[in-house]
């Protein structure tokens, strides 16, 4: 298999193996070492279900939601700079101004996607419990063997 100038065999998680063919999506590439995977299926069905009651509900309620403080490794919701809409973030890094304290950055991954983005305090939301309901989607993945193309 070849990305770009790389070249490689594939890792699968050992949740993958098994008689079956099994179709994903990936869904977030930063190099053929770290990538994220979604299965295709019904779960790919909750998910946008998912993407979409929440883009509604924090829209309406976004003010009511703001978090006080912010924690790593605690789970959020945020809107995904790229689409607009709110997903499920999992705090990666909290970081003060040095001349402002009320000035917050938080570093988020996405849980469901493996994107990750930087966002002002003010942008970020508790999330409510029924949203969690569903597993979180983004199966990391990696190629092994990786060499350049000749």
């Known amino acids: 298999m070849g990305v770009g100038n790389w070249t490689c065999d594939v890792w699968i998680p050992s949740s993958f193996i098994s008689d079956d063919i099994v ?62 809409s709110w997903y499920r973030a999992r705090v990666a890094n909290v970081t003060s101004d040095d001349y402002d304290d009320s000035v917050v950055d938080v570093e988020v991954d996405f849980v469901d996607y493996g994107d990750f983005e930087k966002k002002s ?18 199966i990391p993945a990696c190629m092994a063997n990786i060499k350049p193309v000749k």
């Open 23 to 84: 179709e994903i999506f990936v869904c977030s590439l930063n190099d053929p070492s770290c990538f994220y995977v979604q299965k295709v299926g019904p779960s790919s069905v909750a998910l946008d279900k998912l993407g979409q009651d929440m883009s509604a509900f924090y829209e309406q309620n976004r003010q009511s939601m703001k978090l006080g403080k912010i924690e790593k490794g605690s789970i959020v919701a945020t809107k995904n700079s790229l689409d607009g």
């Open 121 to 138: 305090s003010e942008d970020v939301c508790q999330i409510r419990s029924e949203f969690l309901e569903l597993k979180f989607q983004a």
